[in-house]
């Protein structure tokens, strides 16, 4: 798990803020509040906006996200609800017109980790809260 992040924070050509957005919001849908919690946190040390954090739960319906943002967001739903009916032909072609292959596997990559971090997380009851971002 630490060398996909590693790979995801060395390597791959996604933006940070993008990273956060997709951990957060898998987070939310997974109900991994710890997770929720530091990458909430994260993102705002980061720079995020607390409006666009708030309104991840419902991104759809805001204008606050930008076309690729968008696909990144609907790719994780997609994949991290992966048992409801795979990852539609429309929206992967949709994310191959915001994102190069390389990219595509990255976020594909980012999404996958995430959803594994929520499941330790949740499983051995890490405590919410307690996260802090590191200095910069």
Not at 62 to 70: A, K
Not at 73 to 100: Q, W
Request: contains cysteine; neutral net charge.
């Amino acid at each position: 798990m630490f060398g996909l992040e590693a790979f995801l924070r060395k390597q791959s050509k996604l933006e940070p803020a993008l990273l956060q957005l997709i951990k957060v919001r898998a987070s939310q849908i997974n109900g991994c509040a710890y997770c929720i919690d530091m990458h909430s946190k994260d993102a705002r040390a980061g720079g995020e906006t607390e409006q666009r954090i708030y309104a991840l739960s419902a991104w759809q319906e805001t204008p606050f996200f930008t076309d690729r943002e968008r696909a990144a967001l609907a790719m994780t739903e997609a994949i991290t609800l992966i048992r409801e009916g795979h990852v539609p032909d429309a929206l992967y072609e949709r994310a191959k017109t915001s994102f190069s292959e390389e990219e595509l596997v990255g976020l594909t990559m980012a999404i996958i980790t995430i959803n594994g971090w929520n499941r330790l997380a949740i499983t051995f009851r890490f405590v919410p809260g307690e996260y802090q971002p590191a200095k910069k």
